[in-house]
C-alpha cells in the first residue's frame, strides 16, 4: 500500500517540478514516467531513514502515510529535475 501511496506522490511530485522548472520539462509523460519511478525511489530511501520498515508497513498510521507522501513527492520532483538536467545537458 505505501508504494502505491509514494508512486501516486512521485508522479504529482514530477509533475509540479516540470511545471515548475519549465526549461527542465519532460512533457507530461516523460515528467510522469521520472516522478512516478523517483516517488518509489525516494518513498525506499525515506523509509529506509525513517527506522523499521516492517513495523511501519504491518501499522498503516497516518505518520506512514505522510512519510510515504512526503518522500514521494520529493523523489519524483528530484528525479524529474535530474533527469531534465541530463537531457538538457545532453541537447548541447
Do not use: F, H, R, Y
Request: overall charge positive.
Amino acid at each position: 500500500m505505501e508504494l502505491i501511496i509514494q508512486i501516486i506522490a512521485g508522479l504529482i511530485g514530477g509533475n509540479a517540478a516540470g511545471a515548475g522548472l519549465k526549461t527542465l520539462s519532460l512533457g507530461t509523460a516523460g515528467n510522469s514516467v521520472a516522478g512516478a519511478v523517483g516517488g518509489g525511489l525516494g518513498g525506499v530511501l525515506m523509509g529506509m531513514l525513517g527506522g523499521d520498515a516492517g513495523a511501519a508497513a504491518a501499522n498503516l498510521d497516518l505518520g506512514t502515510i505522510i512519510q510515504s507522501v512526503a518522500g514521494g513527492g520529493i523523489g519524483g520532483a528530484v528525479l524529474t529535475a535530474i533527469v531534465g538536467m541530463l537531457k538538457k545537458a545532453m541537447a548541447k
